[in-house]
């Protein structure tokens, strides 16, 4: 079975402090881990994925396969980074997603 | 336009009746999935599908019925709506292969009375 696990629904931080939003997941093959971002009113996006190694606006994520986790990082959080945040995995066909952490970034 | 499009964007309907989602892409993406989010569950796969004809139940399919015909569509039937069923739903889709991103429609906010 594929189960994405994100335990905090909220979290809310000051501008200039660093976030890390955790995310775990339960696979039996090779993941693919993505994390995608809901703006208000927009539609959710890719922010970024595990197999691109990539920093997207500032956030990294890296796959530990011994913790099974994809936790995303940013040293430094921006107003404009508030929004709703999925992780997901990408296993046999199937794409889930957490259960989402609303990220608040207050001035 | 290209892209993916849901419609309708608002829909009321009551309780029993029939209702079906559409969701429309232009890009020929194999995969095509349903979510519905809800507060507290985040993103849950009602149905996916690899291919046309090729359909197969996610986490929670029970209330729903899908069909793909056409490599494009791929509507969303609740064949009798409950008020449980009240929610935001997500299209999307993707191509095949590791790493590909999804893309999602921009929802239809669906409300059961």
């Known amino acids: 079975a594929q189960r994405v696990t994100q335990p905090e629904k909220l979290l809310s931080v000051f501008k200039g402090a660093p976030v890390e939003l955790k995310c775990n997941y339960s696979?039996?093959?090779?993941?693919?881990l993505f994390w995608y971002v809901q703006y208000s009113r927009q539609r959710l996006q890719l922010l970024l994925r595990h197999i691109s190694r990539e920093s997207i606006k500032g956030f990294t994520a890296d796959l530990n396969k011994g913790e099974t986790s994809f936790h995303l990082k940013k040293p430094f959080a921006q107003e404009e980074d508030s929004a709703m945040y999925y992780c997901?995995?990408?296993?046999?066909?199937?794409?889930?997603f957490g259960t989402g952490t609303r990220l608040l970034v207050s001035p | 336009d290209a892209g993916i499009t849901q419609s309708p964007r608002y829909k009321i309907t009551e309780t029993g009746r029939q209702v079906t989602l559409m969701c429309h892409q232009t890009w020929s993406h194999s995969y095509m999935f349903w979510y519905r989010q809800d507060l507290g569950h985040g993103l849950r796969l009602i149905y996916y599908?690899?291919?046309?004809?090729?359909?197969d139940k996610g986490e929670v399919p029970d209330g729903y019925v899908v069909s793909r015909s056409k490599t494009e569509n791929f509507p969303l039937t609740l064949e009798s709506a409950t008020r449980s069923q009240t929610s935001v739903y997500f299209c999307a889709s993707s191509v095949e292969g590791g790493g590909t991103e999804a893309f999602f429609g921009q929802g239809t906010r669906l409300t059961v009375v």
């Open positions: 997901a995995l990408r296993g046999f066909q199937k794409l889930v």
């Open positions: 599908s690899a291919a046309a004809d090729i359909t």
């Open positions: 696979y039996s093959g090779s993941p693919e």
